[in-house]
């Protein structure tokens, strides 16, 4: 990973990924999974993607974040959605 925002967060996504067990986190490289960037539109990197069980996007995040801005919103949706990280 060449993004420094993306391993600033690093250990703040693995925190995160322990208090919300019942959250999935997908972690998505840029540089390998370019179809990722095109099927979410990433245009900036990292980019935070939150999607239903269904896939469709419901909120999204840009640039280097904070940890207590990340459960905000995860609480703000009761987190029965997936979490989609493109680095």
Known sequence: IWCIDCI?????WEEIEKEF???E????DADENSEKLTEFQVKDIPT???VNAEGQEIFR???LQNKDKLI????LF???IFFIVIV
Not at 72 to 75: L, S, Y
């Open 8 to 12: 600033v967060m690093r250990p703040m």
């Open 21 to 23: 067990p019942e959250l």
């Open 25 to 28: 986190y997908v972690n998505y």
């Open 48 to 50: 935070f993607v939150f």
């Open 61 to 63: 995040l840009k640039g």
């Open 72 to 75: 905000e919103i995860i609480k």
């Open 78 to 80: 009761n987190l029965f």
